[in-house]
């Protein structure tokens, strides 16, 4: 099983970035999968999830409205598209389906 994040950098405040997590080795389709960020120094948070199937999504409060999950299930592929970001979502997102990929950076700094 492997989860692999990218798409994090540095932006400043008010701007998008669209996180891309391939995975390999179960059944994607078959799976409800999530994202979550951990905040240096804080513990793990988690941020969203999309259900298998029929894709029914949920999200933090503190990110509705702003981050839309989403899923390709043909390349095995979760995404997050994270628009007018915020200092406080600084932190290293990762995915979450089977196991944990290892994560990308997200800053948000001017």
């Known amino acids: 099983v492997h989860l692999v994040e990218s798409g994090g950098g540095m932006v400043q405040p008010g701007g998008s970035l669209n996180l891309t997590c391939a995975t390999s080795?179960?059944?994607?389709?078959?799976?409800?999968m999530s994202w979550a960020r951990q905040a240096p120094g804080k513990g793990p948070v988690w941020i969203s999830t999309i259900s298998a199937g029929s894709g029914i999504t949920t999200y933090l409060p503190a990110v509705a409205g702003r981050f839309t999950i989403s899923r390709d299930n043909a390349k095995n592929t979760l995404y997050l598209q994270m628009n007018n970001l915020k200092p406080e979502d600084t932190a290293l997102y990762f995915c979450?389906?089977?196991?944990r990929g290892q994560g990308t950076q997200v800053t948000v700094s001017s």
């Open positions: 080795g179960f059944n994607f389709s078959r799976h409800d």
């Open positions: 979450e389906g089977p196991k």
